[in-house]
C-alpha cells in the first residue's frame, strides 16, 4: 500500500496499540487532537483515553511517568511534541531511563520509545528545527534510529517498540508528508542496529541518515556517470552497524559522511575516527563530512539554507572528493 | 494497637538506628566509600508509612531513607552489601549507597537527580489506575528536593487523573546547608497540594502515632481511587547532609532541642505507658537488632567486589550484536 | 579586486557588438565614468563609461572583433592598493591621556575580531603542491610496497596528478609503459642494491597473448632469499651414489604391514643421524660465528602452488620413521590447505629437498640461509652396479639414487662436507632405521 512517512508511523502506533495491550501513548495533544502533525489520529478513539493520554505540558514528566510503567511493564510511546523539547525531559531520559537497569544490577527492563519530529527545512526556527540525537548517542543504555523512508519509519518503530530497552526514535518532519511510498500490507519489522546498504558502488562511499539521504540518493543518480557511489543509510545511530560502514570505506576507500545535524561534535566525527582508525590502510582520500554549520538554525529562507546542508553542497562535496 | 504491633514498630526504629549507627562507624573507619546519608533522628517517619505496604506497593525513597528499604522488607545483608558497593548489593556495585532498589519488593532506588522520582511513580500510579488495582505508589522527598520542576511536574499530573500516590516530604528543615527561608515561600511544603486539587497535610514527623495515623488516611485514599495526598513531615536529621558535613550551619541548641524530641525516646515512653515490660522489651530488640546488624555486616564484608569488566554488564536488556563495540 | 566591462545591451533586440576603439591602455589609471572605448551595434554607436576608478588591468577584444551581449572586453583591477598609495594616516592623539605618545595612548583595546568565518560543511581547498611533492594515500602506498612499484611512474588522475588506488590497479592490470627512466633506487638492504646494480633493461614489447604476472608477496621473497643465498655462501656441491636395496627392502616389508613410506623419510632418518656425528654441519651462521646447534631441526621444502615451503621437522633424530612419515603428511596436507603456521617455518638447523618422481638424475639445491648444508634427493634407477660377492666382483642389479650436497665453503671444508655425505650414504646403504 502506497503511504506517506507519517502515515506510516501512526500504522505502526496503531499496530502495536491493537497487538499488546501494555503498549501505551503518551504526549501532549496526542489524544484528542491526534497529533500536532496528526501522527496519532484516531488512536485515542481506537484504543482508549486510557491508553492515549494527553499529557500536560511537562516533558520531564512524560518520561518520568513513562518510566514508573516500564517497571510496570507497560510500553509507553513517549512523543515530545517537537523533539526540540526533549531537553526539558533530558535528565528522565539519561539519568533515569538510561541508567534503570543497569543500577539495578539488571533487575529490569526499561521499555520505553521516545519520539518525535525533528529536522529543518520547514522555516521553523530555532526551536523547531533541531537535529539533537548527537547528545544521545553519548549515553550508554540508550538505543537511537533515526528512519529516512517510510519502510523504514514503520519497521523501525514497530522495532522500537518491542523492544525493551529505552529507544530514541527521531522522525524527521521534512519527511512527513513529503515522501510517499509503497510498503507491504503484511506485518514486517526493520531491526534495530543494522544500516541499510540503498545503492552499491565502487567508487566511493557516502553515509548518511535521515532526511539527506533522499538528496544523497539524488546526486548518486545525477553523478552516475562521473563517479560510481555507494550510499549507506545508518537508520540506527547507537549502536552503529560498523561492520557495514567498514567493508564500504575498505572497499571504496572515500568516505563522505553526511547529516543534516551539526559538524562539530555530531556523529559524523565518530563514524569518520571509527574508519580513519580501523581502515586507515585501505583510505585512497581524507574521510570527510558535510554537515550544518555550526550555528542554531535560523529562522530566515536565505540564513536557514546558508546553514543547512542541500543538494548543491551534497553534490560538491562528493565531487570534491571524488577528484581527490 | 496490639502490643504486637506495637513491638514490631518499635523493632522497627531500633533497627534502622542501629543499621544507620553502624554504616556511620564504618564509614569513619575507612570501610565505606562515596556518600553516606544519615537519617538518624527521621526514622519514624518512614517507618509510619512503610509498616504496613503490601509487598505489591512500591516506594520510592530518597538517599536518606534507608529506613524505609528496611520497613518494605529488603533483605538486611543485601542493603549491607548494597552500601558496600559489593555484588551482592542491589545494584551489584554499578551505584553507591541507596541508587539501587530491590525492584522485586518494589523498592525503586533512588538518584541523585532530587525529585525524579517522583514523575516515576506517578507514572507507576497511573498503571494502578488504568490497571484497576489498588496498590499504592509513596514517593519520598526532601523540603529541598521539592523546589524541583520535577516534583510540580509530578503533582499536577497526580491531581488531573487522581492517581493512587501519596508524596511524602520530609521536612528537616536543611536542604545541606540551605535553611526552609531560602527554599521556598510558604510556610509549608504541604500548602501547595491545594494547587494540584488535593489535600496536604502537615505532621509532625517524630510523633510515629500522627504519621501512622496520616499515613493510614492517605494510603486508604489512594486504594479507594480518591486520588492523591501530600504528607509534610517536619522532623530533624542528627548528622549533617552527609557524614563529611559538620553541619555548623546549625546550633548546637537547635539540635539538642530536636534530639529531645526523639522518635524512639518518645516510643519508649508509650511502650512503659503501656505498661509493657519496657526493660525487657529494650533489652531483647538491642540483642536482636544489633546481631542483624552485625550479620548484616559479616555478609556484606564476604561479599566478592565486583571486577573491572563487570562494569560492561547490564546496560541492555535486549544488546545488539554489532561488530567492534 | 578584479572587474569586468561588458558589451552592454543597447536596445531591447540587439544581441551583438562591434569593438571599433579603444580609448585606454592596459595599465591606465582611469576615473569612475571615463570613457573607455568606442563600439558599435545594429542600433547605435556608443562609448562605454568606466563602471569604477580603477586601473586597466587587461583588455580582452581587439578593435574590428564582434562579441555577443553580456561579453567581457575588459578587466579593471578596483583595488585601493593598485592605485596611487595614499601615505599612512597618523594615529589619532588620545586627549585623555598624559602625553604618551603613539600606540600607548590607546585607552580601549581593540575591539575583538570576529571569529573568522569557518567553511565546515566543504573539504579545504587541496594545499598546491611544493616542487616535485608527492601524495600518497595510505592503500596506494601499501599497494606500491607490496608490488615494489616506482609510483613515478604511474600517471595519475587524482588531484594535482595524484596517484590513485584505481591508477595503480588499472596499471597492474594492464601492460606497464615502456621506460627509459632508470627506475628509482629504493632504500636497499645489500641484496635490493645488488638488485638495482643490475643493468636495467627496458621491458620487452609485450605481444599478444602475453601474460604480465607481478610477483607474489611469496614470489618476492623466494627470489630475494635465493639471490641472497648464492651471494652469501660459497655453495661446494658433492654427490654421493646410493645403493637403495636395503631401503626398498624395509619399504616393502613396511608396505605389506599396511605403512606406506616414501624414500624420504629414510634420507631424514639417516641424515639426522649423520648431523648428530658431524655437528658442524648442524650449524648456523651468525655473524662471523658458526652456532653449533644442539638440536637437529630438520626443514624440508614442500613445493606448494603459491610456492615453496619449507616446514621444519623438529628434533629429527628422536623421530622414528613412522613418526617421520607421519609429520611429512601432515605436512603436505597442511601446505596444501595453507594451514602451515610461521613458527613451523622457522628455526631449521638442516634442509632436505625432495623434487619426487621427476626430479632428474641429481641437482645442486641453493643453501637455506642461515643454515651451512643442504641434502637433495634424485631420481631412483635401477642401474647394474659391481659389488663384492665373497671378494669376487660381480654385477647386480640395484635401486641406485644421487644423493646431492651443497655445503657453505665459508664455514665447511671438504672433511666435514665429504664425512658428512659419507655417513648418509653408508646410513642408508646398512639398512638399520632403528
Given at each position: 500500500?502506497?503511504?506517506?512517512?507519517?502515515?506510516?508511523?501512526r500504522?505502526?502506533?496503531d499496530?502495536?496499540?491493537?497487538?499488546?495491550?501494555?503498549?501505551?501513548?503518551?504526549?501532549?495533544?496526542?489524544g484528542?487532537?491526534?497529533?500536532?502533525?496528526?501522527?496519532?489520529?484516531?488512536?485515542?478513539?481506537?484504543?482508549?483515553?486510557?491508553?492515549?493520554?494527553?499529557?500536560?505540558i511537562?516533558?520531564?514528566?512524560?518520561v518520568?511517568?513513562g518510566?514508573?510503567?516500564a517497571?510496570?511493564?507497560?510500553?509507553p510511546?513517549l512523543?515530545?511534541?517537537?523533539?526540540?523539547?526533549?531537553?526539558c525531559?533530558?535528565?528522565?531520559?539519561?539519568?533515569?531511563a538510561?541508567?534503570?537497569?543497569?543500577r539495578?544490577?539488571?533487575?529490569t527492563?526499561c521499555?520505553?520509545?521516545?519520539r518525535?519530529p525533528?529536522g529543518?527545512?520547514?522555516?521553523?526556527?530555532l526551536?523547531?528545527?533541531?537535529?539533537?540525537?548527537?547528545?544521545?548517542?553519548?549515553v550508554?543504555?540508550l538505543?537511537?534510529?533515526?528512519?529516512?523512508?517510510?519502510?523504514?519509519?514503520?519497521?523501525?518503530?514497530?522495532?522500537?517498540?518491542?523492544?525493551?530497552?529505552?529507544?530514541i526514535?527521531?522522525?524527521?518532519?521534512?519527511?512527513?508528508?513529503?515522501?510517499?511510498?509503497?510498503?507491504?500490507?503484511?506485518?514486517?519489522?526493520?531491526?534495530?542496529?543494522?544500516?541499510?546498504?540503498?545503492?552499491?558502488?565502487?567508487?566511493l562511499?557516502?553515509?548518511?541518515y535521515?532526511?539527506?539521504?533522499?538528496?544523497?540518493?539524488k546526486a548518486?543518480?545525477?553523478?552516475?556517470?562521473?563517479v560510481?557511489?555507494?550510499?549507506?543509510d545508518?537508520?540506527?545511530?547507537?549502536?552503529i552497524?560498523?561492520?557495514?560502514?567498514?567493508?564500504?570505506?575498505q572497499k571504496?576507500?572515500?568516505?563522505?559522511?553526511?547529516?543534516?545535524?551539526?559538524?562539530?561534535?555530531?556523529?559524523?566525527?565518530?563514524?569518520?575516527?571509527?574508519?580513519?582508525?580501523?581502515?586507515?590502510?585501505?583510505?585512497d582520500?581524507?574521510?570527510?563530512?558535510?554537515?550544518?554549520?555550526?550555528?542554531h538554525?535560523?529562522?530566515a529562507p536565505?540564513?536557514?539554507?546558508?546553514?543547512l546542508p542541500?543538494?548543491?553542497?551534497?553534490?560538491?562535496?562528493i565531487?570534491?572528493l571524488?577528484?581527490? | 494497637?496490639?502490643?504486637?504491633?506495637?513491638?514490631?514498630?518499635?523493632?522497627?526504629?531500633?533497627?534502622i538506628?542501629?543499621f544507620?549507627?553502624?554504616?556511620?562507624?564504618?564509614?569513619?573507619?575507612?570501610?565505606l566509600m562515596?556518600?553516606?546519608?544519615s537519617?538518624?533522628?527521621?526514622e519514624?517517619?518512614?517507618?509510619?508509612f512503610?509498616?504496613?505496604?503490601r509487598?505489591?506497593d512500591?516506594?520510592?525513597?530518597?538517599h536518606?531513607d534507608?529506613?524505609?528499604?528496611?520497613v518494605?522488607?529488603?533483605?538486611?545483608?543485601?542493603?549491607?552489601?548494597?552500601i558496600?558497593?559489593?555484588?551482592?548489593?542491589?545494584?551489584?556495585?554499578?551505584?553507591?549507597?541507596?541508587?539501587?532498589?530491590?525492584?522485586?519488593?518494589?523498592?525503586?532506588?533512588?538518584?541523585?537527580?532530587?525529585?525524579?522520582?517522583?514523575?516515576?511513580?506517578?507514572g507507576?500510579?497511573?498503571?494502578?489506575?488504568?490497571r484497576?488495582?489498588d496498590?499504592?505508589?509513596?514517593?519520598?522527598f526532601?523540603?529541598?528536593?521539592?523546589?524541583?520542576?520535577?516534583?510540580h511536574?509530578?503533582?499536577?499530573?497526580?491531581?488531573?487523573?487522581?492517581?493512587?500516590v501519596?508524596?511524602?516530604?520530609?521536612?528537616n528543615?536543611?536542604?545541606?546547608?540551605?535553611?526552609?527561608?531560602?527554599?521556598?515561600?510558604?510556610?509549608?511544603?504541604?500548602?501547595?497540594?491545594v494547587?494540584y486539587g488535593?489535600?496536604g497535610?502537615?505532621?509532625?514527623g517524630?510523633?510515629?502515632?500522627?504519621v501512622?495515623?496520616?499515613?493510614?488516611?492517605?494510603?486508604?485514599?489512594?486504594?479507594?481511587?480518591?486520588g492523591?495526598?501530600?504528607?509534610?513531615?517536619?522532623?530533624?536529621?542528627?548528622?549533617?547532609?552527609?557524614?563529611?558535613?559538620?553541619?555548623?550551619?546549625?546550633?548546637e541548641?537547635?539540635?539538642?532541642?530536636?534530639?529531645?524530641?526523639?522518635?524512639?525516646?518518645l516510643?519508649?515512653?508509650?511502650?512503659?505507658?503501656?505498661?509493657?515490660?519496657?526493660?525487657?522489651?529494650?533489652?531483647?530488640?538491642t540483642?536482636?537488632?544489633?546481631r542483624?546488624?552485625?550479620?548484616?555486616?559479616?555478609?556484606?564484608?564476604?561479599?566478592?567486589s565486583?571486577?573491572?569488566?563487570?562494569?560492561?554488564?547490564?546496560?541492555?536488556?535486549?544488546?545488539?550484536?554489532?561488530?567492534a563495540? | 579586486?578584479l572587474?569586468?566591462?561588458?558589451?552592454?545591451?543597447?536596445?531591447?533586440?540587439v544581441?551583438?557588438?562591434?569593438?571599433?576603439?579603444w580609448?585606454?591602455?592596459?595599465?591606465?589609471l582611469?576615473?569612475?565614468?571615463?570613457?573607455?572605448?568606442?563600439?558599435?551595434?545594429?542600433?547605435?554607436?556608443?562609448?562605454?563609461p568606466?563602471?569604477?576608478a580603477?586601473?586597466?588591468?587587461?583588455?580582452?577584444?581587439?578593435?574590428?572583433?564582434t562579441?555577443?551581449?553580456?561579453?567581457v572586453?575588459?578587466?579593471?583591477?578596483?583595488?585601493?592598493?593598485?592605485?596611487?598609495?595614499?601615505?599612512?594616516?597618523?594615529?589619532?592623539?588620545?586627549?585623555?591621556?598624559?602625553?604618551?605618545?603613539?600606540?600607548?595612548a590607546?585607552?580601549?583595546?581593540?575591539?575583538?575580531?570576529?571569529?573568522?568565518?569557518?567553511?565546515?560543511?566543504?573539504p579545504p581547498?587541496?594545499?598546491?603542491?611544493?616542487?616535485?611533492?608527492?601524495?600518497?594515500?595510505p592503500?596506494?602506498?601499501?599497494?606500491?610496497?607490496e608490488?615494489g612499484?616506482?609510483?613515478?611512474?604511474?600517471?595519475?588522475?587524482?588531484?594535482?596528478?595524484?596517484?590513485?588506488?584505481?591508477?595503480?590497479?588499472?596499471y597492474?592490470?594492464?601492460?606497464?609503459?615502456?621506460?627509459?627512466?632508470?627506475?628509482?633506487?629504493?632504500?636497499?638492504?645489500?641484496?635490493?642494491?645488488a638488485?638495482?646494480?643490475?643493468?636495467?633493461?627496458?621491458?620487452?614489447?609485450l605481444?599478444?597473448?602475453?601474460?604480465?604476472?607481478?610477483?607474489?608477496?611469496i614470489?618476492?621473497?623466494?627470489?630475494?632469499h635465493?639471490v641472497?643465498?648464492?651471494?652469501?655462501?660459497?655453495?661446494?656441491h658433492?654427490f654421493?651414489?646410493?645403493?637403495?636395496?636395503?631401503?626398498?627392502?624395509?619399504r616393502?616389508?613396511?608396505?605389506k604391514?599396511?605403512?606406506?613410506l616414501?624414500?624420504?623419510?629414510?634420507?631424514?632418518?639417516?641424515?639426522?643421524?649423520?648431523?648428530?656425528?658431524?655437528?658442524?654441519m648442524?650449524?648456523?651462521?651468525s655473524?662471523?660465528s658458526?652456532?653449533m646447534k644442539?638440536?637437529?631441526?630438520?626443514?624440508?621444502?614442500?613445493?606448494?602452488?603459491?610456492?615453496l615451503l619449507?616446514?621444519?621437522?623438529?628434533?629429527a633424530?628422536r623421530?622414528?620413521?613412522?613418526?617421520?612419515s607421519?609429520?611429512?603428511?601432515?605436512?603436505?596436507?597442511?601446505?596444501?590447505?595453507?594451514?602451515?603456521?610461521p613458527?613451523?617455518?622457522?628455526?631449521?638447523?638442516?634442509?632436505i629437498?625432495?623434487p619426487?618422481?621427476?626430479?632428474n638424475?641429481?641437482?645442486?639445491?641453493?643453501?637455506?640461509q642461515?643454515?651451512?648444508g643442504i641434502?637433495?634427493?634424485g631420481?631412483?634407477?635401477?642401474?647394474?652396479?659391481?659389488?663384492?660377492?665373497d671378494?669376487?666382483?660381480s654385477?647386480?642389479?640395484?635401486?641406485?639414487?644421487?644423493l646431492?650436497?651443497?655445503?657453505?665453503h665459508?664455514?665447511?671444508?671438504?672433511v666435514?662436507g665429504?664425512?658428512?655425505?659419507?655417513?648418509?650414504?653408508?646410513?642408508?646403504?646398512?639398512?638399520?632405521?632403528?
Open positions: 500500500m502506497l503511504v506517506t512517512y507519517i502515515e506510516a508511523i500504522q505502526a502506533m499496530e502495536e496499540l491493537g497487538r499488546d495491550r501494555n503498549v501505551m501513548l503518551m504526549g501532549e495533544d496526542v484528542v487532537l491526534g497529533g500536532a502533525f496528526k501522527a496519532s489520529a484516531g488512536l485515542q478513539e481506537k484504543h482508549g483515553a486510557d491508553r492515549v493520554v494527553d499529557m500536560p511537562s516533558e520531564s514528566l512524560i518520568g511517568a518510566i514508573g510503567l517497571v510496570q511493564g507497560m510500553r510511546i512523543e515530545m511534541q517537537f523533539i526540540d523539547f526533549i531537553a525531559g533530558f535528565d528522565q531520559i539519561v539519568n533515569t538510561a541508567t534503570l537497569r543497569y539495578h544490577g539488571g533487575q527492563a521499555p520505553i520509545v521516545i518525535g525533528s529543518g527545512g520547514v522555516h521553523g526556527g526551536y523547531h528545527s533541531q537535529n539533537p540525537e548527537a547528545w544521545f548517542c553519548h550508554p543504555g538505543k537511537v534510529v533515526a528512519p529516512a523512508t517510510a519502510y523504514d519509519a514503520k519497521g523501525l518503530l514497530k522495532s522500537a517498540i518491542r523492544d525493551d530497552d529505552p529507544v526514535y527521531f522522525e524527521h518532519k521534512f519527511l512527513y508528508r513529503r515522501i510517499k511510498e509503497e510498503i507491504p500490507a503484511e506485518e514486517y519489522l526493520v531491526p534495530i542496529g543494522k544500516a541499510a546498504l540503498r545503492k552499491e558502488g565502487r567508487d562511499t557516502v553515509i548518511t535521515g532526511s539527506p539521504v533522499h538528496a544523497v540518493m548518486a543518480r545525477d553523478m552516475a556517470a562521473e560510481d557511489i555507494e550510499v549507506i545508518l537508520r540506527t545511530l547507537l549502536p552497524d560498523w561492520s557495514t560502514v567498514k567493508a564500504s570505506a571504496t576507500g572515500k568516505v563522505l559522511i553526511v547529516h543534516e545535524a551539526r559538524l562539530t561534535g555530531g556523529i559524523g566525527g565518530e563514524v569518520a575516527a571509527r574508519i580513519a582508525q580501523d581502515c586507515f590502510e585501505e583510505l582520500g581524507p574521510v570527510m563530512r558535510l554537515a550544518a554549520r555550526d550555528v538554525t535560523p529562522f536565505a540564513m536557514e539554507d546558508y546553514v542541500n543538494q548543491e553542497k551534497v553534490t560538491e562535496a565531487r570534491k571524488a577528484a581527490y | 494497637m496490639t502490643e504486637q504491633k506495637d513491638r514490631e514498630l518499635y523493632r522497627w526504629l531500633r533497627l538506628r542501629e544507620e549507627g553502624r554504616i556511620s562507624a564504618l564509614d569513619k573507619q575507612g570501610k562515596g556518600g553516606v546519608y537519617g538518624k533522628g527521621q519514624a517517619v518512614t517507618v509510619g512503610c509498616h504496613d505496604l509487598q505489591d512500591w516506594i520510592f525513597p530518597l536518606r534507608l529506613g524505609a528499604y528496611l518494605k522488607g529488603a533483605d538486611p545483608k543485601r542493603l549491607m552489601a548494597q558496600f558497593g559489593k555484588r551482592d548489593g542491589f545494584a551489584k556495585g554499578k551505584d553507591s549507597y541507596l541508587h539501587g532498589g530491590d525492584l522485586s519488593i518494589g523498592i525503586f532506588g533512588a538518584t541523585s537527580c532530587l525529585g525524579a522520582t517522583l514523575p516515576v511513580a506517578a507507576m500510579a497511573y498503571k494502578f489506575k488504568i484497576k488495582e496498590r499504592v505508589a509513596i514517593a519520598f526532601g523540603e529541598g528536593a521539592s523546589s524541583r520542576g520535577d516534583v511536574e509530578a503533582m499536577n499530573f497526580a491531581g488531573v487523573h487522581k492517581l493512587p501519596i508524596f511524602v516530604c520530609e521536612n528543615f536543611y536542604a545541606y546547608s540551605t535553611p526552609n527561608e531560602l527554599q521556598f515561600g510558604v510556610d509549608n511544603v504541604a500548602d501547595r497540594a494547587g488535593f489535600k497535610e502537615v505532621v509532625n517524630n510523633d510515629l502515632h500522627s501512622i495515623k496520616t499515613a493510614q488516611k492517605a494510603i486508604d485514599r489512594a486504594r479507594k481511587g480518591d492523591p495526598t501530600l504528607v509534610e513531615c517536619k522532623t530533624y536529621r542528627y548528622h549533617g547532609h552527609s557524614e563529611h558535613d559538620r553541619a555548623d550551619y546549625r546550633s541548641e537547635e539540635v539538642i532541642t530536636w534530639e529531645s524530641r526523639d522518635p524512639i525516646f516510643w519508649e515512653i508509650y511502650l512503659e505507658k503501656r505498661k509493657y515490660d519496657i526493660a525487657a522489651i529494650r533489652k531483647g530488640t540483642e536482636e537488632v544489633t542483624l546488624v552485625e550479620e548484616a555486616v559479616a555478609f556484606a564484608e564476604a561479599s566478592p565486583p571486577e573491572g569488566p563487570e562494569a560492561m554488564e547490564d546496560l541492555y536488556a535486549m544488546p545488539i550484536d554489532t561488530e563495540r | 579586486m572587474i569586468d566591462v561588458v558589451m552592454p545591451q543597447l536596445g531591447e533586440s544581441v551583438e557588438g562591434v569593438v571599433v576603439k580609448l585606454v591602455q592596459a595599465g591606465d582611469v576615473a569612475k565614468d571615463q570613457p573607455l572605448l568606442e563600439i558599435s551595434t545594429d542600433k547605435v554607436d556608443a562609448e562605454i568606466s563602471p569604477s580603477g586601473r586597466v588591468a587587461q583588455i580582452l577584444v581587439k578593435p574590428g572583433e562579441v555577443p551581449i553580456q561579453a572586453l575588459a578587466k579593471l583591477e578596483t583595488d585601493p592598493a593598485a592605485s596611487k598609495p595614499e601615505p599612512e594616516a597618523a594615529p589619532k592623539w588620545d586627549e585623555e591621556t598624559e602625553g604618551i605618545p603613539g600606540d600607548m590607546r585607552k580601549t583595546e581593540p575591539p575583538i575580531p570576529a571569529p573568522p568565518r569557518v567553511e565546515p560543511s566543504a581547498p587541496p594545499p598546491p603542491p611544493a616542487t616535485g611533492r608527492i601524495r600518497i594515500t592503500v596506494v602506498g601499501r599497494m606500491a610496497a608490488y612499484l616506482d609510483l613515478s611512474t604511474i600517471p595519475g588522475t587524482g588531484i594535482d596528478g595524484r596517484v590513485t588506488r584505481r591508477d595503480v590497479e588499472g597492474l592490470a594492464s601492460s606497464p609503459p615502456v621506460s627509459e627512466a632508470p627506475a628509482k633506487k629504493p632504500k636497499a638492504t645489500a641484496v635490493k642494491a638488485l638495482s646494480r643490475a643493468p636495467i633493461v627496458s621491458p620487452p614489447p605481444a599478444e597473448g602475453d601474460k604480465v604476472v607481478p610477483w607474489t608477496p614470489r618476492k621473497k623466494i627470489a630475494e635465493m641472497r643465498s648464492k651471494h652469501t655462501s660459497p655453495h661446494v658433492i654421493a651414489e646410493v645403493d637403495m636395496h636395503r631401503v626398498a627392502a624395509v616393502a616389508r613396511e608396505k604391514e599396511g605403512v606406506n616414501t624414500y624420504l623419510p629414510f634420507v631424514i632418518h639417516a641424515a639426522a643421524k649423520a648431523l648428530r656425528e658431524t655437528p658442524a648442524n650449524a648456523i651462521v655473524g662471523e658458526s652456532v644442539k638440536d637437529i631441526h630438520i626443514a624440508v621444502a614442500v613445493d606448494t602452488e603459491k610456492g619449507v616446514p621444519v621437522l623438529r628434533n633424530d623421530k622414528s620413521l613412522k613418526e617421520i607421519a609429520a611429512m603428511d601432515d605436512f603436505g596436507a597442511r601446505a596444501k590447505s595453507g594451514k602451515i603456521s613458527d613451523e617455518l622457522s628455526g631449521g638447523t638442516f634442509s629437498t625432495n619426487g618422481v621427476k626430479g638424475l641429481f641437482g645442486t639445491p641453493i643453501i637455506n642461515p643454515q651451512v641434502l637433495r634427493l631420481q631412483i634407477v635401477k642401474r647394474p652396479v659391481v659389488i663384492d660377492v671378494g669376487e666382483d654385477i647386480v642389479i640395484r635401486p641406485m639414487m644421487y646431492g650436497c651443497a655445503y657453505d665459508r664455514v665447511i671444508d671438504g666435514a665429504n664425512g658428512f655425505l659419507y655417513r648418509v650414504r653408508e646410513i642408508l646403504e646398512a639398512g638399520d632405521f632403528s
